[in-house]
Protein backbone atom coordinates (compact mmCIF):
# COMPACT_ATOMS: atom_id res chain seq x y z
CA UNK A 1 0.00 0.00 0.00
CA UNK A 2 2.68 2.64 0.85
CA UNK A 3 4.19 2.21 -2.65
CA UNK A 4 0.93 2.95 -3.86
CA UNK A 5 0.36 6.20 -2.08
CA UNK A 6 4.45 6.70 -2.83
CA UNK A 7 2.99 6.55 -6.47
CA UNK A 8 -0.28 8.50 -6.66
CA UNK A 9 1.31 11.35 -4.55
CA UNK A 10 3.69 11.73 -6.74
CA UNK A 11 0.84 11.40 -10.05
CA UNK A 12 -0.94 14.57 -8.02
CA UNK A 13 2.52 16.42 -7.21
CA UNK A 14 3.17 16.13 -11.15
CA UNK A 15 -0.28 17.94 -11.84
CA UNK A 16 0.83 20.69 -9.35
CA UNK A 17 4.23 21.30 -10.47
CA UNK A 18 2.81 21.68 -14.00
CA UNK A 19 0.04 24.51 -12.90
CA UNK A 20 2.40 26.33 -11.18
CA UNK A 21 3.29 29.26 -12.59
CA UNK A 22 0.07 29.29 -14.54
CA UNK A 23 -3.30 31.47 -14.23
CA UNK A 24 -5.24 28.74 -12.81
CA UNK A 25 -8.93 29.24 -11.99
CA UNK A 26 -9.32 30.44 -7.96
CA UNK A 27 -12.06 30.77 -6.14
CA UNK A 28 -13.21 32.15 -2.02
CA UNK A 29 -14.07 28.92 -0.04
CA UNK A 30 -15.44 31.25 2.69
CA UNK A 31 -13.66 34.07 2.21
CA UNK A 32 -10.77 36.22 0.34
CA UNK A 33 -7.90 34.40 2.43
CA UNK A 34 -9.32 30.49 1.78
CA UNK A 35 -8.74 29.67 -1.31
CA UNK A 36 -9.38 26.59 -3.61
CA UNK A 37 -7.75 26.38 -7.48
CA UNK A 38 -8.63 23.94 -10.06
CA UNK A 39 -5.36 21.88 -9.22
CA UNK A 40 -6.40 21.48 -6.35
CA UNK A 41 -9.05 20.10 -7.61
CA UNK A 42 -7.71 18.27 -10.30
CA UNK A 43 -5.06 16.61 -8.06
CA UNK A 44 -7.89 15.31 -5.52
CA UNK A 45 -9.70 14.04 -8.18
CA UNK A 46 -6.77 11.98 -9.52
CA UNK A 47 -5.88 10.87 -5.97
CA UNK A 48 -9.33 9.84 -5.81
CA UNK A 49 -10.03 7.91 -8.85
CA UNK A 50 -6.88 5.72 -7.86
CA UNK A 51 -8.04 4.86 -4.59
CA UNK A 52 -11.60 3.96 -6.06
CA UNK A 53 -10.13 1.94 -9.09
CA UNK A 54 -7.42 -0.13 -6.13
CA UNK A 55 -9.42 -0.17 -3.08
CA UNK A 56 -12.79 0.00 -4.39
CA UNK A 57 -14.16 -0.43 -0.70
CA UNK A 58 -12.06 2.04 1.38
CA UNK A 59 -13.46 5.19 2.27
CA UNK A 60 -12.13 8.08 1.65
CA UNK A 61 -11.99 11.68 3.55
CA UNK A 62 -10.78 14.56 0.88
CA UNK A 63 -10.42 18.33 1.61
CA UNK A 64 -12.62 19.43 -1.36
CA UNK A 65 -15.13 17.36 -0.99
CA UNK A 66 -14.36 13.73 -2.50
CA UNK A 67 -15.52 12.11 0.43
CA UNK A 68 -16.69 8.34 0.16
CA UNK A 69 -18.40 5.86 2.51
CA UNK A 70 -16.73 2.67 1.52
CA UNK A 71 -17.40 -0.84 3.50
CA UNK A 72 -13.48 -1.88 4.43
CA UNK A 73 -11.70 -0.64 7.98
CA UNK A 74 -9.25 1.62 5.70
CA UNK A 75 -10.27 5.47 5.89
CA UNK A 76 -7.99 7.46 3.35
CA UNK A 77 -7.46 10.81 4.27
CA UNK A 78 -6.21 13.26 1.56
CA UNK A 79 -5.08 17.10 1.38
CA UNK A 80 -4.20 17.05 -2.66
CA UNK A 81 -2.78 20.09 -2.47
CA UNK A 82 -1.33 21.82 1.12
CA UNK A 83 -0.32 25.14 1.08
CA UNK A 84 -2.81 26.67 -1.12
CA UNK A 85 -2.11 30.30 -0.50
CA UNK A 86 1.88 29.72 -1.26
CA UNK A 87 0.83 28.03 -4.65
CA UNK A 88 -1.41 30.92 -5.76
CA UNK A 89 0.96 33.62 -4.92
CA UNK A 90 3.76 31.03 -6.54
CA UNK A 91 5.68 30.68 -3.45
CA UNK A 92 7.44 26.73 -4.27
CA UNK A 93 6.27 25.52 -1.14
CA UNK A 94 3.32 23.35 -1.14
CA UNK A 95 3.08 19.37 -0.42
CA UNK A 96 0.80 16.26 -0.99
CA UNK A 97 -0.69 14.51 1.79
CA UNK A 98 -2.22 10.90 2.03
CA UNK A 99 -2.64 9.21 4.99
CA UNK A 100 -4.51 5.72 5.74
CA UNK A 101 -6.25 4.84 8.85
CA UNK A 102 -7.41 1.66 9.94
CA UNK A 103 -9.71 0.75 12.80
CA UNK A 104 -8.91 4.22 14.24
CA UNK A 105 -5.18 3.97 13.79
CA UNK A 106 -2.78 5.59 11.34
CA UNK A 107 -0.97 3.27 9.32
CA UNK A 108 1.16 4.55 6.31
CA UNK A 109 1.47 7.88 5.35
CA UNK A 110 2.86 10.33 2.83
CA UNK A 111 3.57 13.67 2.22
CA UNK A 112 4.99 14.64 -1.17
CA UNK A 113 7.27 17.81 -1.18
CA UNK A 114 6.29 19.02 -4.61
CA UNK A 115 9.03 21.43 -6.34
CA UNK A 116 12.08 19.70 -3.69
CA UNK A 117 10.74 16.20 -5.28
CA UNK A 118 11.17 14.68 -1.51
CA UNK A 119 8.40 11.59 -0.83
CA UNK A 120 8.48 12.00 2.95
CA UNK A 121 6.92 8.20 4.38
CA UNK A 122 6.11 6.13 6.81
CA UNK A 123 4.68 2.94 7.72
CA UNK A 124 3.59 1.94 11.52
CA UNK A 125 6.69 -0.09 13.06
CA UNK A 126 8.99 0.35 10.30
CA UNK A 127 10.47 4.15 10.79
CA UNK A 128 10.31 7.11 8.50
CA UNK A 129 11.76 7.67 5.58
CA UNK A 130 12.71 11.10 3.13
CA UNK A 131 12.74 9.23 0.08
CA UNK A 132 15.09 6.36 0.57
CA UNK A 133 16.91 8.08 3.57
CA UNK A 134 15.72 7.17 7.41
CA UNK A 135 15.10 10.33 9.13
CA UNK A 136 15.01 11.06 12.79
CA UNK A 137 13.71 13.70 15.37
CA UNK A 138 16.51 16.23 16.60
CA UNK A 139 18.08 15.52 19.70
CA UNK A 140 17.97 19.19 20.94
CA UNK A 141 16.56 19.82 24.51
CA UNK A 142 17.04 23.51 24.82
CA UNK A 143 14.25 25.44 24.13
CA UNK A 144 16.04 28.85 23.81
CA UNK A 145 18.22 26.51 20.91
CA UNK A 146 15.30 25.43 19.21
CA UNK A 147 13.80 26.55 15.39
CA UNK A 148 9.95 25.89 15.51
CA UNK A 149 7.23 26.12 13.03
CA UNK A 150 3.93 27.43 13.24
CA UNK A 151 0.85 28.13 11.15
CA UNK A 152 -1.89 30.21 11.29
CA UNK A 153 -5.68 29.03 11.03
CA UNK A 154 -7.65 30.70 8.44
CA UNK A 155 -9.94 31.92 10.76
CA UNK A 156 -6.81 33.83 12.82
CA UNK A 157 -8.76 37.23 12.25
CA UNK A 158 -10.67 36.01 15.29
CA UNK A 159 -7.96 35.47 17.47
CA UNK A 160 -9.06 31.28 17.96
CA UNK A 161 -7.35 30.27 20.99
CA UNK A 162 -4.82 33.90 21.38
CA UNK A 163 -3.26 32.98 18.75
CA UNK A 164 -0.97 36.24 18.71
CA UNK A 165 -0.17 36.40 22.43
CA UNK A 166 1.18 32.10 22.18
CA UNK A 167 3.44 33.10 18.86
CA UNK A 168 4.57 36.08 21.10
CA UNK A 169 4.99 34.42 23.89
CA UNK A 170 7.20 31.13 22.16
CA UNK A 171 9.00 33.63 19.62
CA UNK A 172 10.57 35.68 22.49
CA UNK A 173 11.56 31.84 24.72
CA UNK A 174 13.27 29.75 21.06
CA UNK A 175 15.78 30.56 18.63
CA UNK A 176 13.63 31.29 16.11
CA UNK A 177 10.14 30.51 14.71
CA UNK A 178 8.96 30.02 10.98
CA UNK A 179 5.39 30.23 9.48
CA UNK A 180 6.09 28.88 5.62
CA UNK A 181 2.42 27.82 5.19
CA UNK A 182 2.15 23.85 4.33
CA UNK A 183 1.00 22.31 7.78
CA UNK A 184 1.94 18.57 6.38
CA UNK A 185 5.70 19.84 5.48
CA UNK A 186 6.16 21.93 8.81
CA UNK A 187 5.35 18.51 10.38
CA UNK A 188 7.72 16.41 8.15
CA UNK A 189 10.15 19.40 9.37
CA UNK A 190 10.04 18.14 12.65
CA UNK A 191 10.18 14.37 11.36
CA UNK A 192 13.69 15.22 9.70
CA UNK A 193 14.74 17.05 12.73
CA UNK A 194 15.14 20.58 10.58
CA UNK A 195 12.44 21.91 13.42
CA UNK A 196 12.55 20.94 16.49
CA UNK A 197 8.59 21.76 17.18
CA UNK A 198 5.34 22.80 15.11
CA UNK A 199 2.33 23.83 17.01
CA UNK A 200 -1.18 25.36 15.21
CA UNK A 201 -4.70 25.44 16.22
CA UNK A 202 -7.68 24.39 13.89
CA UNK A 203 -6.17 22.43 11.43
CA UNK A 204 -8.18 19.83 9.54
CA UNK A 205 -7.70 16.06 9.51
CA UNK A 206 -6.41 15.89 5.93
CA UNK A 207 -3.13 18.66 6.82
CA UNK A 208 -2.33 16.27 9.93
CA UNK A 209 -3.12 12.26 9.21
CA UNK A 210 -0.04 11.59 7.17
CA UNK A 211 2.51 13.79 9.33
CA UNK A 212 1.29 12.97 12.59
CA UNK A 213 2.57 8.83 11.59
CA UNK A 214 5.59 10.38 9.81
CA UNK A 215 6.93 12.15 12.78
CA UNK A 216 5.79 9.14 14.95
CA UNK A 217 7.55 7.14 13.01
CA UNK A 218 11.03 9.20 13.67
CA UNK A 219 10.38 9.30 17.26
CA UNK A 220 8.11 12.90 17.55
CA UNK A 221 5.71 13.28 20.80
CA UNK A 222 2.49 14.49 19.14
CA UNK A 223 -0.01 16.03 21.77
CA UNK A 224 -2.35 18.70 22.38
CA UNK A 225 -1.41 22.03 23.82
CA UNK A 226 -2.16 20.20 27.65
CA UNK A 227 0.51 17.06 26.67
CA UNK A 228 -3.00 14.91 25.84
CA UNK A 229 -2.93 12.35 23.02
CA UNK A 230 -4.14 13.56 19.88
CA UNK A 231 -6.32 11.90 17.12
CA UNK A 232 -6.64 13.55 12.99
CA UNK A 233 -9.75 15.96 14.34
CA UNK A 234 -8.24 17.59 17.71
CA UNK A 235 -8.20 21.07 16.83
CA UNK A 236 -4.41 21.28 18.73
CA UNK A 237 -1.23 20.22 17.37
CA UNK A 238 1.95 20.00 19.19
CA UNK A 239 4.73 17.95 17.32
CA UNK A 240 8.02 18.44 18.87
CA UNK A 241 11.39 15.98 19.28
CA UNK A 242 10.06 14.74 22.47
CA UNK A 243 12.39 16.70 24.85
CA UNK A 244 11.02 20.32 24.64
CA UNK A 245 7.19 19.28 24.48
CA UNK A 246 6.84 19.97 28.50
CA UNK A 247 8.33 23.55 27.86
CA UNK A 248 6.06 24.36 24.91
CA UNK A 249 3.37 22.79 26.46
CA UNK A 250 3.59 25.35 29.51
CA UNK A 251 4.03 28.21 27.12
CA UNK A 252 0.90 27.31 24.98
CA UNK A 253 -0.77 27.22 28.01
CA UNK A 254 -0.14 31.24 29.71
CA UNK A 255 -1.96 29.79 32.77
CA UNK A 256 0.91 27.86 33.83
CA UNK A 257 3.41 29.98 35.43
CA UNK A 258 7.19 29.87 33.57
CA UNK A 259 8.63 28.69 36.79
CA UNK A 260 7.51 25.16 36.44
CA UNK A 261 9.66 24.22 33.76
CA UNK A 262 11.47 20.67 34.32
CA UNK A 263 15.00 21.02 35.19
CA UNK A 264 17.44 21.29 32.41
CA UNK A 265 15.07 23.35 29.74
CA UNK A 266 15.45 26.98 29.97
CA UNK A 267 13.72 29.78 28.96
CA UNK A 268 15.90 32.41 27.47
CA UNK A 269 15.05 35.78 27.69
C1 LIG B 1 -3.35 25.13 5.09
C2 LIG B 1 -1.87 24.98 5.33
C3 LIG B 1 -1.35 26.06 6.28
C4 LIG B 1 -2.13 26.08 7.58
C5 LIG B 1 -3.61 26.22 7.31
C6 LIG B 1 -4.07 25.07 6.41
P1 LIG B 1 -4.38 24.35 2.70
O1 LIG B 1 -3.83 24.10 4.24
O2 LIG B 1 -1.57 23.73 5.90
O3 LIG B 1 0.00 25.85 6.60
O4 LIG B 1 -1.67 27.17 8.36
O5 LIG B 1 -4.28 26.18 8.55
O6 LIG B 1 -5.45 25.14 6.21
O7 LIG B 1 -5.67 25.08 2.84
O8 LIG B 1 -3.34 25.10 1.99
O9 LIG B 1 -4.56 22.96 2.24
CA1 LIG C 1 -4.14 21.70 4.11
CA1 LIG D 1 -5.44 21.72 0.64
Redesign the pocket.
Known amino acids: MLNNIIKISKEAGSIIREGFGKNNVVEFKTDEG???TEI?KKAEKTIIDFVIKNYPTDSILA?EGGNKYGTSENLWVI?P???????THGLPI?SVSIGVIRKKEIIAGVVYDVMNDIAYLAEKGSGAFANEKRIEVSSNSKLGRSLLA?????NIKENPEHTFEKFAAITKSVRSVR????????ICHVAKGIYDGFW?V???P??VCAGMIISKEAGGSITDFTGNETDIYSKQILVTNGKITESLKNLLNPDFPLENLPSGQTICK
Open positions: NLVDEDLDGTTNYFTGFAYRLGSAALDENLNWD
